[in-house]
């Protein structure tokens, strides 16, 4: 039995403990110089890490998050995105430029601005064209650019 809670124990502190949102929160400033705006749900960055094997950043989202509400039907959704990356800096991510070129024109509201020395990010939008979360895609591969866009961005209707 002593066995089983050994076990037990461990698995929680490998597994689940990195996933429990850090009490260590950051200011504003700090979460938007690493790319999150604080209105992430703290479950997106649990699937966040699981498209993005990068401990440190699942980390900071964390501590960047807002808690999601017992009734989590409101997933959010945003009505447009732009891609914002310099374009100079462009061959250094070429995941990115594979979405642009291959995969941006199954989004018609997610547009691609160009603005010199700035860092692959989304800067995702609402129903009024307002900017309402950042997010660094640095390290992001193509699939998980396309996965997250399939997941936040609404679907245009037909008209």
Request: proline share 4%; aromatic share 10%.
């Amino acid at each position: 039995m002593n066995m089983y809670k050994a076990c037990g124990v461990l698995l929680f502190f490998t597994f689940l403990l990195p996933i429990v949102k850090s009490k260590d929160q950051l200011s504003s400033r700090g979460c938007e110089d690493l790319g999150f705006t604080g209105l992430a749900l703290c479950s997106d960055c649990n699937t966040l890490a699981e498209y993005v094997k990068d401990q440190e950043l699942v980390s900071d989202c964390l501590k960047c998050c807002t808690e999601d509400s017992d009734d989590s039907i409101s997933k959010i959704t945003y009505s447009g995105a732009i891609i914002e990356v310099c374009m100079r800096k462009l061959v250094f991510y070429p995941e990115i430029v594979g979405f642009i070129e291959e995969e941006k024109g199954q989004f018609p509201t997610v547009k691609v601005q160009y603005l010199f020395n700035s860092p692959p990010k989304l800067i995702m939008l609402d129903d009024e064209g307002q900017h309402k979360e950042t997010i660094r895609i640095d390290n992001w591969k193509r699939e998980h650019v396309l996965q997250f866009l399939k997941e936040k961005v609404k679907p245009t209707s037909a008209i």
